[in-house]
């Protein structure tokens, strides 16, 4: 019975986000669906629909709500929630893309603060009685606040979290700013010294959760939820982890870039003020409209206009405020936060002067597709200075035999390039991306994503050697090809970043060379030992793999992280990315090691 009662809800839902609306706004849904470009139209390519997109990125559901004069103009889900169990998304999906739970953990801070149950500028120790931050010299001997923390500038580490199997073990939020088993990241420390710049810090936040609990005395979501969504019209919404049974029915399962499930559907986030808050997108168009409104001269739901002020105006000369991130779009300032998790992403962006917006989230960690839809959603709703038209470019058919010729590793800029082919399509990878390439000529080409023009060089024997980087008729350093392992200078950094890019792509045999090379530039890393242990594994030599791990186990690789600590994150990182991990089962065992 409760099976049918779910399946009538989800049919409703959908009904009501399509067959409910105006014929204008009807309309501006088409425009919006059938406007998805990136930032540079090859050839005639024309402009895609969502569906489209989605297939293009491996996405499997997208949910949306578009915000247009301070009210909720349209929302609308895309795909599946669930692709096996053909759940579709729905209004009414919940999401956990991840850092936006920041900007309402904001808002709960500002609250206490409002409220004069601490002091914003006072010192974090004054507050925390369940646990304390271990100033060193590091910190010299000036004092973190909360303004420092909700703005990034507190100098502390751990930028962001891997979640957990929901089966567990589940670490504390203490063992989490201690860096201690089960958790997968080492301790919260300090960096540098508070106030000196700034560094975005997952870790930061972590501590502002441990202060709302021990001054108010209660668990976080449910105060969150009393005092924070609750009013300001976060009704669905839930900073609970792993949420309730009943509302585990209605929330998006995780998919990996790659398109594989995330085990168990989705992770669990002890650091529930950075990266816990389980959301609708209508939900967090509600904070986006209530802000938009305050910062106009109303009443938020939450906030005095005091505490609106700082949420919503830049500290120092970043562009980060307290909770939100502010834009100047040459003149229109919009605030914003994005957001990832295992298996999920999202993005929140509100005009701050018109009442336009958008909250877009994906059940997938690839966000390629969300400024696409986002700068179609702003072209729909004419947002202020906002639209950027896409350039148009050619491009040719290149012979695969000539772009072969291209593969290898290029060096730049203490950089590093890869030209490689996966799922039978040669691409450009760097900082994390692939890319694809459009070929100008036989020897020159470009990416959507980058803005340089390569052009490939060659040796006298017509041996590639490089190529040049032109940006708007600018050169820019030469990338060299690497051509010799054994002769190569570079960084133990790189060394290891290449080979983690061959590994991601199951060519151990490739990257065994630039994990080995990276323990010899670099000896003192142990981190590199455990990335050779890794690649002896998946090369078959079982017992190289298992003596490697063996040498370093009860090492530290750095505060508060263990060898052994991160060769169980790792572990859950493989299986969790549909690697053969069965030989773990042999490592776990001759280490003595209990696996996670």
């Known amino acids: 019975m409760k099976k049918i009662l779910i399946t009538l809800i989800f049919l409703a ?22 406007n998805i470009t990136s930032n540079i139209i090859i050839n005639d390519e024309k402009p895609s629909s969502i569906e489209e997109r989605m297939a293009k990125y491996n996405v499997k559901g997208i949910s949306i709500a578009v915000i247009h004069n301070y009210k909720i103009a349209w929302a609308k889900g895309y795909g599946w929630a669930n692709i096996e169990e053909k759940k579709p998304v729905t209004p009414n999906t919940l999401f956990e893309p991840g850092s936006i739970s920041k900007t309402l953990n904001a808002v709960g801070i500002l609250k206490l603060a409002q409220d004069k149950k601490l002091d914003l500028n006072t010192d974090i120790n004054s507050y925390l ?26 100098g502390l580490s751990v930028h962001g979290f891997p979640g957990h199997d929901i089966n567990g073990p589940i670490p504390t939020i203490y063992e989490v700013l201690d860096g201690k088993q089960p958790s997968f990241t080492p301790a919260v420390r300090s960096e540098f010294e508070p106030d000196l710049k700034y560094q975005y810090s997952g870790g930061g936040t972590s501590i502002s959760q441990v202060i709302l609990t021990d001054i108010t005395k209660q668990a976080y979501d449910v105060w969150m ?38 085990a168990n559907k989705f992770h669990v986030y002890p650091e529930q003020a950075a990266a816990g808050l389980w959301m609708t997108p209508s939900d967090l168009a509600n904070y986006v409209i209530d802000m938009q409104l305050a910062y106009k001269g109303q009443a938020s739901k939450v906030l005095n206009p005091e505490m609106v002020k700082l949420h919503l105006t830049p500290y120092k000369n970043s562009e980060a405020a307290m909770g939100t991130f502010i834009q100047d779009v040459n003149g229109a300032k919009y605030f914003e936060h994005s957001a990832g998790n295992d298996g999920f992403c999202g993005e929140f962006i509100g005009s701050l002067e018109d009442g336009n917006g958008i909250v877009i989230f994906l059940n997938t960690d690839n966000f390629k597709i969300i400024p696409e839809i986002v ?14 038209e896409p350039q148009r470019k050619t491009s040719i058919n290149v012979p695969d035999n000539i772009i072969q010729s291209y593969e290898g590793v290029y060096l730049f800029d203490d950089q590093f390039a890869i030209i490689g082919k996966s799922n039978n399509e040669f691409h450009f990878f760097t900082s994390g991306t692939k890319a694809k390439m459009h070929f100008i000529t036989n020897t020159s080409f470009f990416n959507v994503e980058f803005a340089a023009v390569k052009e490939f060089t060659f040796d006298d024997k017509a041996q590639v050697t490089g190529y040049k980087r032109n940006v708007n ?11 010799n392992l054994d002769t190569l200078q570079t960084s133990a950094f790189i060394l290891s970043n290449v080979a983690w890019y061959y590994f991601e792509e199951k060519s151990f045999k490739e990257a065994f060379p630039y994990f080995k090379k990276a323990t010899l530039v670099d000896p003192s890393d142990l981190n590199n030992f455990l990335n050779l242990g890794h690649a002896y594994l998946y090369i078959g030599d079982v017992q190289n793999a298992i003596a490697t791990y063996k040498k370093y186990i009860k090492e530290s690789i750095k505060p508060g992280l263990s060898f052994e600590q991160l060769l169980k994150q790792d572990y859950t990182y493989f299986k969790d990315h549909q690697y053969n991990v069965q030989a773990f089962d042999l490592v776990f065992k001759e280490l003595n090691v209990s696996k996670p």
């Open 129 to 154: 009685t369940s646990w304390k931050f271990p100033y060193d010299s590091i910190s010299k001997s000036k004092k973190i606040t909360l303004t420092h923390i909700l703005t990034h500038h507190a």
């Open 225 to 262: 939820d009393e005092n924070v969504l609750k009013p300001i019209g976060m009704v669905n919404s839930t900073y609970a982890q792993p949420p309730s049974k009943e509302k585990q029915l209605i929330c998006a399962s995780a998919y990996n870039r790659d398109g594989t499930p995330v």
């Open 473 to 483: 008729g600018k050169e820019f350093p030469k990338a060299i090809k690497v051509t």
């Open 375 to 388: 700068n179609s959603v702003a072209k729909a709703y004419n947002w202020k200075n906002y639209y950027r």
């Open 13 to 34: 839902n959908s009904a009501f986000a399509q067959n409910t609306y105006s014929p204008e706004t009807l309309s501006k849904i088409k425009e919006v669906e059938n």
